[in-house]
C-alpha cells in the first residue's frame, strides 16, 4: 500500500519523479525567494556521518553560493551534537518545555525556529536518508509547529545512478516538511552515482549545489 502511494505521488509528477512536485505534498514551491528580507538566516544541516562526505560537499557548496548571495549562513554538522532518541516524554514537551531535554536539540530546533531557510541534507541510506537526520527529525515535534513559513532546499547523494533512488530521500525530507505551516520548497540537488567519498568534488552537482545556494 505504501508502495502503491509513492508510485501514485511519482506518476501524478508525470514521470518527471520528485523535483517539481511539492504541490503534491501541500507544500508550496517557489523558483524565487518568498522572504523579502536582506541578510536572511540560512541553515545548513548536513545528515551524513561522513565529515567532507559526498553529501557534506554539497552543503559545503552551498553554503559558499548563500554566502555570495548576503546570506548569514551557519553549517549543522550533524554528527557533532548530541541527538537523543525520541521518548515518550518528548511528547509532553512543547514549546518551552524543549529546553529541558539533557542533549543539543532544544539548542539546534531554536536555530531552526529561527532561521528563514533550511536545507536538509543526507545520502540516500537503504532507500530513506541517515538514521541520524530523522532522529533529529523526529525530535523537532515539541516545536515543528513554530517553524512557519520557511524556504526548504534539499541535498542528497546516492551510489546508484537512478534519479528514482534519490528520490526516497527527497520524500523522507518532504514526509516532515509537509507537516509544517505554510513551507515553501525552493531547490534540491540529487546527486546520483556518488558511491565513494568525495565523488561529488568537480562534479556538476557540486556546481549545482552552489547555483542553488546563489538562489536564496
Ligand atoms: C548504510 C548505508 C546504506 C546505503 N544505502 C544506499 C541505498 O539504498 N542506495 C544507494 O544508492 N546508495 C546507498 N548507500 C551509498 C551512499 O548513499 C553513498 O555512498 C553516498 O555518497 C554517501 O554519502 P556521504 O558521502 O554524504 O555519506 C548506502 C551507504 C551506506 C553506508
Known amino acids: 500500500m505504501v508502495t502503491a502511494l509513492f508510485a501514485g505521488l511519482l506518476a501524478s509528477c508525470g514521470g518527471k519523479q520528485a523535483d517539481n512536485c511539492a504541490e503534491n505534498y501541500g507544500i508550496n514551491y ?4 518568498t522572504v523579502s528580507k536582506e541578510n536572511k538566516y540560512v541553515l545548513i544541516i548536513s545528515g551524513s556521518p561522513r565529515r567532507g562526505g559526498n553529501t557534506d560537499l554539497l552543503c559545503d557548496a552551498f553554503a559558499r553560493g548563500a ?12 554528527p557533532d551534537y548530541r541527538v537523543d532518541y525520541f521518548t515518550e516524554a518528548d511528547e509532553q514537551r512543547v514549546g ?3 529546553n529541558e531535554a539533557a542533549d543539543d536539540v532544544p539548542m539546534l530546533v531554536d536555530k531552526m525556529v529561527r532561521a528563514d ?3 536538509l541534507a543526507s545520502p540516500v541510506y537503504y532507500m530513506n536518508i541517515t538514521g541520524q537526520l530523522k532522529t533529529f527529525i523526529d525530535r523537532t515535534f515539541g516545536r515543528y509547529r513554530e517553524m512557519k513559513d520557511k524556504e526548504f532546499f534539499y541535498l542528497t547523494a546516492c551510489a546508484d545512478p537512478a534519479e528514482s533512488t534519490a528520490d526516497w530521500a527527497i ?6 516538511v509537509m507537516c509544517l505551516p505554510n513551507p515553501t520548497e525552493r531547490g534540491m540537488v540529487k546527486a546520483v552515482g556518488m558511491g565513494r567519498k568525495g565523488a561529488v568534488k568537480g562534479s556538476p552537482y ?3 549545489a552552489y547555483n542553488l545556494g546563489l538562489r536564496i
Open 96 to 98: 518551552d518545555r524543549a
Open 117 to 119: 531557510v533550511i536545507v
Open 67 to 78: 554566502e555570495e548571495a548576503g546570506g548569514r549562513v551557519e553549517k549543522i554538522f550533524l
Open 171 to 176: 520524500n523522507a525530507f518532504r514526509g516532515f
Open 30 to 33: 517557489s523558483e524565487t525567494s
Open 206 to 208: 557540486e556546481e549545482q
